[in-house]
């Protein structure tokens, strides 16, 4: 199964690399850098990535979007929200880390969903759409296919979460001593709530 990695400007480097240090250690899937018109996208630390046009991919497996700086303008581009849109409804599984959920959040695709994002700018990711169930004490929410959490950090505990939902506990808690990270694996809880 494909992991598309959609990367824009200004995305924050860990919430894209700390998932994909954890979803790189599943042998069935295949992890591709994509963004809206292919090409090199730099991160808000200044890590520039090589990337596919997201057109040219199969958009079916799973998505991941990453929050950062970067998700600031492109919450009123309408054509990024759109496309967006078409590939999180075509994919099987979508992953937001911080605030990646306000960009899918505007697609209208987490309507009447349970949701979380990073508690530093909860504030702004719930009035990008109040009609999404915000979860303010969430490190991590999974509602269907979708998979949100907290800032940063918590996009690790997310992904081995949803490692678990697919492979079982014992193969997340495997990858976590693996990568020698201690996972925070009560998603009710997030411990940098200021809610």
């Known amino acids: 199964m494909d992991v598309n990695i959609l990367l824009f400007p200004d995305f924050e480097t860990l919430d894209a690399f700390g998932p994909v240090e954890v979803l790189g250690q599943i042998s069935e899937y295949t992890l591709r850098y994509v963004s809206m018109d292919g ?5 808000r630390q200044k890590t520039p990535i090589m990337t596919e046009p997201i057109h040219h991919t199969d958009v079916t497996g799973i998505l991941l979007i990453p929050g950062g700086q970067g998700t600031r303008p ?3 581009n309408d054509d990024f929200i759109r496309k ?3 590939a999180a409804n075509l994919s099987t599984y979508c992953l937001t880390v911080c605030t990646g959920s306000a960009l899918l959040a505007r697609t209208s695709l987490l309507n009447g969903r349970k949701a979380t994002s990073n508690k530093l700018a909860f504030e702004w990711v719930k ?3 109040p009609s999404v169930q915000w979860m303010e004490h969430a490190r991590w929410v999974n509602d269907g296919k979708y998979y949100t959490s907290s800032g ?3 996009g690790i505990d997310m992904t081995l979460g949803f490692i678990a939902d697919q492979f079982g506990e014992a193969q997340a808690r495997e990858i976590a001593h693996h990568i020698e ?5 009560d998603k009710t809880n997030d411990p940098f709530s200021i809610c």
Do not use: C, P, Q
């Not at 990270?181 to 694996?185: D, G, I, L």
């Open 39 to 43: 090409g090199t996208i730099t991160s």
């Open 74 to 76: 492109l919450v009123n």
């Open 84 to 86: 967006l849109g078409d």
């Open 127 to 129: 009035s990008v759409n």
């Open 152 to 154: 940063v950090s918590a």
């Open 181 to 185: 990270y201690v996972w925070n694996s």
